[in-house]
Each structure stands twice: as structure tokens, then as C-alpha cells.
């Protein structure tokens, strides 16, 4: 099942990758639209500047002010569109982990390293379904880019948060800070190592 959770996670993240990869695309001929927009625009009020014109007068004539607070608004969701990755669209595949994550996270024996103990904490919270746990982050780096998309999640809605703990228990599996009790592939790493031997001086 571990496997499993592995692909999914990174099936998870290529359709995320793709989805934004397609969204950036669609939106760069508006992005160009905008932009001319917004050269024509300036040109005008530069040039009437330039003969002591009104500038009202030459945003009237260039676009007018509801074309503009229109253009405004676009090149504020292209702000965005342009600026995203492929965390913003991961919570797609939540329900993907809701079929098995609790279950699997219940049936293992997953020992940890002092240092995945937050991870835990949060991956015991979906195993129990503790609705009124509070939903810490502490166990993402601090400068993780999950942290601004968590930000900006609904109150109560969880479910990126368990996409991003689901994400790091992958993660800590492949690099040995959690494993598995009686598992070959996700073993302590510890046991695995082979002691160097004294060498005489």
C-alpha cells in the first residue's frame, strides 16, 4: 500500500503540474491583450502629458474608465494565473487519498526519527478523523511554499492540509525519517547500514 501511496502522490503532483502548465498557456493571449492595452493606454496619457492636455480627456479617448477598471481586474487574475504552481491545483486529488490514506495510516506500523514526530502527530489526526483537532503546520519547513496556499484555504476546509501531510509522509518514507516495522523497501535505514570496521593504527 505504501507503494500505491507513492504513485498516487506523484500522479497527484504531474496532473497538478499539467493543470497549471494549461491554465498559464490559455491565459498568455489575454496576458498580451492586456499588456497592449495597457502600452496604448500609457502612450496616451504620456502624450498628453507632454501638450498639458487633460489626462481624463486621454483616458476617455484611449479606452475609457470602465474599459480600464475592466483591464484592472484581468491583470489582476493574470497576476495570479502567471504566479501560480502546481500546489495550488494538488487538492484535486484529494479524494484520490480519502479511499485508503486513514486506513493505511491505521493498519501500519510506521516508527519515526524524533525529527518526523509532527508529521505523525498530523498523520494521526486523519488516521482518527479528529475533526476538532487543530490542523498544525509545523511539520513543513519554514519555507515551504505550502504554507502560502494553506493560508489561503477556507476556514474548516482541511482538505489541502491533508494533501500536504499526505505529501510529506511520502516524502520522510523516502528519505528514512519514517518506516516501516518488518518492510525491506521502507525499513529503518539504521539497520540497514553496514558498521565500518576498526582499522589497527
Known amino acids: 500500500m505504501v507503494e500505491t501511496h507513492d504513485r498516487i502522490v506523484g500522479k497527484t503532483w504531474r496532473d497538478a503540474k499539467k493543470l497549471c502548465d494549461v491554465r498559464i498557456a490559455d491565459a ?12 496604448d493606454l500609457g502612450a496616451a496619457l504620456l502624450e498628453a502629458k507632454g501638450e498639458g492636455a ?8 484611449a479606452c475609457g474608465w470602465t474599459r ?16 501560480a504552481d502546481a500546489l ?14 486513514p486506513r493505511m495510516l491505521r493498519v501500519f506500523d510506521i516508527r519515526n526519527a524524533p525529527v518526523a514526530a ?25 519555507t515551504s511554499k505550502w504554507h502560502r496556499h494553506l493560508n489561503a ?8 492540509w491533508e494533501v500536504a501531510v499526505l505529501f510529506q ?19 529503518d ?13
Do not use: C
Not at 54 to 61: K, N
Not at 153 to 160: A, I, S
Open 28 to 39: 498568455r493571449s489575454s496576458l498580451q491583450e492586456t499588456l497592449r492595452s495597457f502600452k
Open 54 to 61: 487633460s489626462l481624463d480627456d486621454a483616458t476617455e479617448t
Open 68 to 83: 480600464l477598471e475592466s483591464m484592472v481586474a484581468t491583470a489582476a487574475e493574470l497576476t495570479d494565473t502567471m504566479a
Open 88 to 101: 495550488a491545483h494538488v487538492v484535486h486529488g484529494y479524494h484520490r487519498f480519502r479511499r485508503y490514506a
Open 118 to 142: 509532527p508529521l505523525m502527530k498530523a498523520a494521526k489526526i486523519i488516521a482518527e478523523n479528529q475533526v476538532d483537532a487543530p490542523r498544525q503546520t509545523t511539520f513543513l519547513r519554514r
Open 153 to 160: 484555504q477556507q476556514p474548516g476546509d482541511n482538505r489541502l
Open 169 to 187: 509522509i511520502r516524502e520522510a518514507f523516502r528519505s528514512g525519517d519514517i518506516w516501516l516495522t518488518h518492510s525491506r523497501r521502507y525499513a
Open 189 to 201: 535505514l539504521k539497520q540497514a547500514l553496514v558498521p565500518i570496521p576498526i582499522l589497527p593504527n
